[in-house]
């Protein structure tokens, strides 16, 4: 029945030409909560800002929420090399099972973007109650390491890996 009412209102949502201002899309193998796409292609260039951020324009904030010992800071140090500003580096408040997330408040989802192409299978979490421009990665059981700059370059060429916020009010 949940099912149901989804489709219909993802019908509605076509129908009415929401689809192209809201830049929806469902992800049926995942979950039937809508994301945001970050399509370079779907999203009005700003003059001066079609540009992502450099890592060195990006600070984050980097938590370990797995069980591994010291994960946070080896990781950090392999960001900070690529030139990303890390300005802690923790043990998560709880354990994260499955996939990493980037969190990020408002103004920060090109950042937040770049910084998921390094962070193999990250969700990335928009949160509108987090501190404007805050990242916060917290690395799930599911991380095993960061990508190469070349698998980052192939990520950053590519719209349709780029990846996607998840609205903070949907089930993960």
């Known amino acids: 029945m949940g099912l149901l009412v989804v489709l219909a209102a993802a019908g509605a949502v076509y129908q009415l030409g929401l689809y192209d201002k809201l830049h929806l899309t469902m992800s049926p193998t995942t979950s039937p909560c809508p994301t945001a796409t970050a399509s370079p292609s779907s999203q009005p260039a700003a003059t001066g800002t079609a540009q ?5 324009q990006v600070s984050l904030v980097l938590l370990n929420g797995t069980s591994r010992n010291g994960l946070a800071k080896s990781v950090g140090e392999v960001l900070v090399g690529q030139g990303f500003v890390v300005r802690g580096e923790s043990n998560a408040p709880a354990a994260l099972s499955g996939a990493s997330t980037v969190t990020y408040g408002p103004g920060a989802q090109p950042a937040a973007t770049v910084l998921g192409h390094w962070v193999l299978g990250a969700r990335l979490v928009a949160n509108s109650k987090a501190p404007r421009g805050s ?3 917290v690395l799930g059981s599911g991380f095993r390491r960061l990508a190469t700059p070349a698998q980052v370059a192939a990520a950053a060429a590519a719209p349709s890996a780029t990846p996607s916020p998840t609205a903070s009010a949907c089930p993960a």
């Open 135 to 137: 990242l916060r990665v």
């Open 52 to 56: 992502p951020p450099k890592p060195q």
